[in-house]
């Protein structure tokens, strides 16, 4: 494959040439059709989790309904260690529900766009929320909670849940990626624009390698003892697909060994 090329010369006039093309020419039609391929793959996956979510909600729903009719009696008294065995499959059900929740909007967000519920939120109320959910989580590592929330934290008008479930996701993070004893800050506070949400970890960080996919879907960084959606890489790419569906913004900065740093901005009004 051939092309014409301009030689300029000293006269200021130019000179054809014809220049073979043929192996740039193939290396982009490789190259595009590498990408081709990989997006290709990447919707198989995508669509292979989403319907294994869809099936894997109806068993779970059935365990979930004969646990809760065993709790309230509706097959005799339990015996004390009968009722404990029965509270820990309603705890391990509605963790699972959970991650099958985050699953399905990880990938329809994708594949339709997040649809969200508009109301006024009260940015402080939904902090103390979120860190009273992570909080025994925390305990268990014996890590410290620590909250500066701003009056200026105001208010936005978003989608509620969402907003929970972005801070919970970024905190959970949080305590998975953050040895025992550590410190998990969350400061809240604002200008007349933006709510601002920075959450920040002790922690062991992430190296300047792995930065670009911590935002990746069922991506993480591999480190020992990560449990639950850090384990799965949910949560950041989850947060990331609901803040940006408000128009706001999400920005991550770490070092390895030095902690990390979330930041989140919602917009006041986010029409």
Known sequence: HFEFAAVPLPDGNALFTMVDVTDSTRIQAALRERAEALEAADRVKTDFVA???YELRTPLTSIGGF?????GGYAGKLAPAASDYVDAILEAVGRLSKLIDDVLDLTQGDMRGI????????IAG??????????????EKNQKLEADIAPDAGFVFADARRLRESIEHVLD????YTDKRGRIRLEAGGDEANATIRISGNGIGIGKGDLPRVFDRFDRIDEAGVRGEAALGLGLPLTRQFVEAHGGTIELESKKGKGTTV????PRDSK
């Open 115 to 122: 649809v969200l519920e508009r109301e006024r939120v009260d």
């Open 263 to 266: 930041t989140l901005t919602i």
């Open 67 to 71: 646990a809760e009719m065993l709790a």
């Open 126 to 139: 939904l902090c103390r929320m979120a860190l009273e959910t992570v909080q025994p989580r925390a305990g």
């Open 51 to 53: 319907n294994m979510s």
């Open 173 to 176: 993070n949080a305590v998975a």
